[in-house]
């Protein structure tokens, strides 16, 4: 449990996601983690918003799965609308909008995410649920320039902060990428039977 949110599993209904919002309400500014980012000044209908947000997701999706296991369900959240002690609220946006926006930097094979609008108290509030990163991984990269960062850009997620990916980083989701599971066929040769002239 997180300060009355339960984080040993995944949030992924409405319900649940109501209770990120209130628990991402009643927190502390320093709580921000490797599983949830909050934002009250991002407006996703703008380049500039789609790219923060998209560098977010980014960053999540490249994070080691064994760290992100530790947390609901190895998922992340990003919260856009509300912070510690402020319900901003985000301007709503028609779903295609949002999306076509953040494919601009993700791509359309790029990390996998979905978001969900909640209105709490009259305002809305955006969480992107951005799934789990697992083995066999490609590292995400961003897709097109944006005032500085560079196409192929690799961002990842730590406590608090989303940034460029260091030699470290690097070597993980090198070794994340390559650990792709495959099937393996076994084949077992034997007398089946009596030989049939």
Request: aromatic share 6%.
């Amino acid at each position: 449990m997180s300060g009355g949110f339960d984080t040993t599993r995944a949030a992924r209904g409405v319900d649940d996601l109501e209770q990120l919002v209130q628990f991402v309400l009643g927190t502390h500014g320093a709580n921000e983690s490797d599983w949830i980012e909050w934002k009250t000044d991002v407006d996703l209908s703008t380049k500039a918003g789609s790219f923060s947000a998209a560098r977010q997701i980014l960053g999540f999706a490249n994070r080691s799965p064994d760290v992100a296991a530790a947390h609901v369900g190895g998922l992340a959240y990003l919260v856009v609308g509300a912070e510690p002690k402020n319900l901003a609220g985000s301007r709503s946006i028609d779903p295609a909008h949002l999306t076509d926006g953040l494919k601009r930097y993700l791509g359309t094979d790029g990390p996998r995410w979905s978001p969900v609008w909640l209105s709490l108290e009259g305002k809305d509030v955006l969480v992107v649920v951005i799934e789990a990163p697992k083995l066999g991984d490609d590292i995400h990269t961003l897709r097109r320039e944006f005032e500085g960062a560079k196409n192929g850009a690799i961002f990842i997620r730590r406590p608090g902060i989303c940034e460029q990916a260091n030699a470290e980083d690097l070597r993980m989701l090198t070794d994340r990428a390559r650990s792709r599971t495959s099937a393996t066929m076994s084949l077992s040769l034997g007398n089946q039977g009596p030989r049939i002239p």
